[in-house]
Nanobody
Framework: QVQLVESGGGLVQAGGSLRLSCAAS????????MGWYRQAPGKRRELVAT???????DYADSVKGRFTISRDNAKNTVYLQMNSLKPEDTAVYYC?????????WGLGTQVTVSS
């Protein structure tokens, strides 16, 4: 079993920054993809950024140039640095780990950007 715990969400003004963290524990395989998704009220969950072990990051067009995903494999932790935040970035952000075709999700952390 795998557990994911997110932290770092909060309230920030437009133009500000936040850093999200997600620590994974349990049966973690060396090869996996960790990432972030978000869901705004009334909308479907959408990909924000993903980063596979030893691979390249993939970003949603809406966050390219503003968000940066990184990971510390020794700590099984993934980060999301969010800069130049916009009100439309307001959502619950979910950590995701995909390994052996199985998706694991965290409980989510709220990010609210005020205008």
């Amino acid at each position: 079993q795998v557990q994911l715990v997110e932290s770092g969400g909060g309230l920030v003004q437009a133009g500000g920054s936040l850093r999200l963290s997600c620590a994974a524990s349990g049966s973690i395989f060396v090869i996996n993809t960790m990432g972030w998704y978000r869901q705004a009220p009334g909308k479907r969950r959408e990909l924000v950024a993903t980063l596979p072990t030893g691979g390249s990051a993939d970003y949603a067009d809406s966050v390219k140039g503003r968000f940066t995903i990184s990971r510390d494999n020794a700590k099984n932790t993934v980060y999301l640095q969010m800069n130049s935040l916009k009100p439309e970035d307001t959502a619950v952000y979910y950590c995701n780990l995909k390994q052996r075709l199985i998706n694991y999700w965290g409980l989510g952390t709220q990010v609210t950007v005020s205008s």
